[in-house]
């Protein structure tokens, strides 16, 4: 038996069941919009496909049987499109958060340069052998012909320095110094 033979017949499901399906669909959803959204949708199928549903008995059942599985399908299809949404969010964050980490360690680059060229020339001699060339303070002090004491005070003075020109970046400058100090 079909659900649906004649336009009347459809008229009269419509308007003796539309309410109440609305209403069901509201404790699934929790929005009027969405309810209302979902049970139309459920009839304007109801009225494409009226010759090919079928049913036997009260056709109530088969309208909140189709109304709750389409309210679940709505659940699932808005809980996929928050994670996607979320998962965008999460990466376009990653992406300016690399964004703003790469201007900052360039600048940061930049400034340590500076704050490098600053120092006396013998002291800014000693803290390039040491950090770029990775020279231990005894082969410093060997190339230069000076004591390990005097590289040590060197270097001593060219991190205070390096440290006082870059206070606005004192915490990452303390974990690069501390990586060039290890």
């Not at 056709?59 to 979320?86: D, F, G, M, W």
């Not at 965008?88 to 201007?103: F, G, I, V, Y």
Request: proline share 2%.
């Amino acid at each position: 038996m079909t659900l649906i033979n004649n336009q009347k017949e459809f008229e009269t499901l419509f308007r003796s069941y539309y309410e109440e399906l609305c209403s069901y669909a509201f404790y699934f959803l929790k929005e009027k919009e969405a309810s209302e959204e979902v049970v139309q949708e459920l009839f304007f199928t109801l009225w494409k496909k009226r010759l090919e549903i079928s049913f036997e008995g009260n056709p109530k059942s088969y309208l909140y049987r189709a109304t709750r599985n389409a309210c679940l399908n709505q659940i699932k299809h808005l809980a996929v499109k928050q994670s996607y949404k979320e998962h965008n969010d999460m990466l376009r964050k990653q992406e300016e958060q690399s964004a703003t980490d790469t201007l900052e360690f360039t600048e940061l680059e930049d400034r340590i340069a500076a704050a490098i060229e600053e120092l006396p020339t013998e002291r800014r001699r000693i803290f390039v052998m040491s950090r770029y060339e990775n020279l231990k303070y005894r082969e410093i002090a060997d190339a230069l012909a000076i004591s390990v004491k005097t590289v040590e005070s060197q270097m001593s003075k060219a991190l205070k320095h390096l440290k006082e020109k870059l206070q606005d970046y004192l915490p990452l400058v303390f974990l690069l110094l501390n990586f060039f100090e290890g």
